[in-house]
Structures are given as structure tokens and as C-alpha cells.
DNA sequence: GAGAATTCCGACCAGCCTGGTCGGGGAGCG
DNA sequence: CGCTCCCCGACCAGGCTGGTCGGAATTCTC
């Protein structure tokens, strides 16, 4: 069982958006987005059009268009950045992948069920329960990330 | 997130094996197990390797062999069958799949790894607080599941 | 209006993992 | 000695993950 990069990067993504403000401020292009947190540009891509079809992100077309978070950082939980980035959280494979008609349907009588789907509330639970605000917390400051133009040393 | 048919079958196994005694009983051929849960023979022979490498299962060699719990099944949980059947229950991508030499370092200050360290152990904390025992209860009894020569109207 | 920037979106693709299968070796019973 | 049964590594097809590509649509700037 494993967080595939999808979330991984849904994350990261979502942080830094979350870093910038929302709204006012000019919206992020994806590329830039890309660039600086050194991750593959045309996957980006993919991953803010999921957020957005998710609602978690929203978008601005043309030219200075781009992304911002479409809600205030404490309204995005994990449980949500990961249902829109994968389908969902923890798939129960009695629903997904059944392995037996009458062992997994609905009706009968499956001592393991109940373990999965308790296994799938603490995970919901959990997960539902951290918010983008929190992960702000223990992230280095947005002048540690340089955006363009620093005067470092270069 | 989701559990693949190594844990489920071991599941099944196990809950097979625990339906049976223990060392006193003659032990299951891994055939005849696969047989009567309808499983996948030489699949069922490949978990079994498993499940005995991790402990949970002894064997017996030879003619008239076969396989039998080695523990009382209130010492097994769900967490050890899953740990014996996939290498691990969560797969902490820092540690598997790190996505940046810097960012996924231990030292690195990141703000999603405790999210992802925390919901580790909700997952083994739940996994590890049910044991076989719990299973069996919800089982239907081994007189619906007859073992081989029943008053069938064959 | 031309051109550039940028989102939108489906199709494609390589490599890995899952879910098995196969074939041959021992080991022990009768 | 022959049959049953565990032991074990190798193999294999299909699906999923992790991306990439190419082009259409939209909006800003000049």
C-alpha cells in the first residue's frame, strides 16, 4: 500500500499555491510552477487539471493566466488534494476488484469486509483531518525559495 | 491505496487454516486448500512460501504433508499477514521512492512527510489490533463449508 | 489583428508491478 | 520405489504509473 506521485506532487503543488494568496494576487503559470519546484512541467500540467475538474484549484486562461487555490488553505484537507489527484483514497477491492461473486457481494457473508472498511475510515479520518494550513506550518518560508530574482551570489 | 490479492488470499488462507486445529489436526494440502476456498492452486502454494517464511505458517514435507498455523490465531493480526504477504503494510515513499535527493533527505525540513509517518501508524496501530480470532467470528461455521465427502445428492 | 503566452485535453509510450503459471527439485509415507 | 506433497526460482501477460507530445482554444499585448 503506497501514495503514488499524484498526490505526492498534488501536494507540493498545493503548498506552494497556498504559499502565494489566493484571488488578488496575479495567478501562477504552471511552467513557473514547475520550474521552481523542479518537478516535469508537462505532468504539472496534468496534476492542475485534475485539481481543478476536483475543484481544489482554479484557473485563469490567456496570456498571465494560470493557477491559484480556488478556497482558503484551511477548507483543503490531504483527504481532498488526494480523492482529486487519484480517484480516490483507499479503494475497497470488494467494490474494485472482487475476487468472488458470491464471496464479495454486498449480501454475503465476508469476515474480511469489515476490517477494510474500518481500515478505510481511519485513513479518511486521518487524512480528512489535515489541512493545507498545517503543512504551511513546517515549510520554510517563501524567502528561502528564491522566486527569480535574489541577490544571491551568482 | 489499495491492498492487493497477496494480503486478501493470505487472508483467506489464514482464516482457513485457523478454522482447522492446530499441530494436533492432520495438516491442509496447499491443492485441497485452494480447492475448497476456489483460489488459484499454484498461486495459493506461492503465498503459502510466504506466509511460512514470515512464521505464521508451519509446513510439513513430504506425502500426507501440508500446512497448519503456528500460532494461536489470537496472536496473529492482520498487520503480521499483511507484513509477511506484501513486504510492509504502508510504503512510506521517502524512504522507497524518494522524488528529490533534498527535499526527501531525513535531514530536509519537509512538511508532508509527517503526514504520511502519521498515517503509517494509524494504519498499523488499526491493522495490528485485529487478530484472527475477530475474523472467525464472523465466519460462517465449518459445517457450510464442507470439506470433502458430504451426503451431497451427487 | 498578429503574435505570444498560457490553459485545455486527448493520445501515446516505456517500464514496473500484479497476478498468476510452469517445471523441476526434494522429502517423506506406504 | 512410486506417489504425494512441499520447495523454489523463473517466466509471462496485462494493467497501472509516471510521464511526454502535439495541437486546439483563450486571452493579453502591441
Redesign the interface.
Known amino acids: ?3 503514488t ?1 499524484w498526490t ?2 498534488s ?2 503543488i498545493s ?1 506552494h499555491l497556498a504559499k502565494r494568496g489566493r484571488r488578488g494576487v496575479s495567478p501562477v503559470a504552471a511552467r513557473e510552477l514547475a520550474e521552481v519546484e ?2 516535469p512541467a508537462d505532468y504539472v500540467e496534468q496534476i492542475l487539471l485534475r485539481l481543478r475538474r476536483a475543484g481544489i484549484v482554479e484557473s485563469v486562461r490567456g496570456a498571465k493566466g494560470g493557477y491559484f487555490l480556488a478556497r482558503e488553505p484551511g477548507q483543503i484537507t ?1 483527504r481532498d488534494v488526494m480523492a482529486a489527484s ?1 480517484h480516490q ?3 475497497m ?1 470488494c467494490d ?2 472482487p ?2 461473486a458470491d464471496r464479495c457481494s454486498p449480501g454475503s ?4 469486509r ?3 472498511q ?2 478505510q475510515r ?2 479518511d479520518d ?2 480528512g483531518s ?1 489541512t493545507l494550513t498545517e ?6 518560508g517563501p524567502e528561502l525559495v528564491p522566486l527569480s530574482s535574489s541577490p544571491a551570489s551568482s
Open positions: 500500500m503506497r501514495i506521485t505526492e506532487y501536494l507540493i503548498i523542479r518537478l490531504i487519484e483514497t483507499f479503494e477491492n474494485a476488484h475476487i468472488d457473508a465476508c469476515a474480511i469489515p476490517v477494510w474500518g481500515l481511519r485513513i486521518f487524512l489535515v503543512l504551511l506550518r513546517d515549510e520554510p
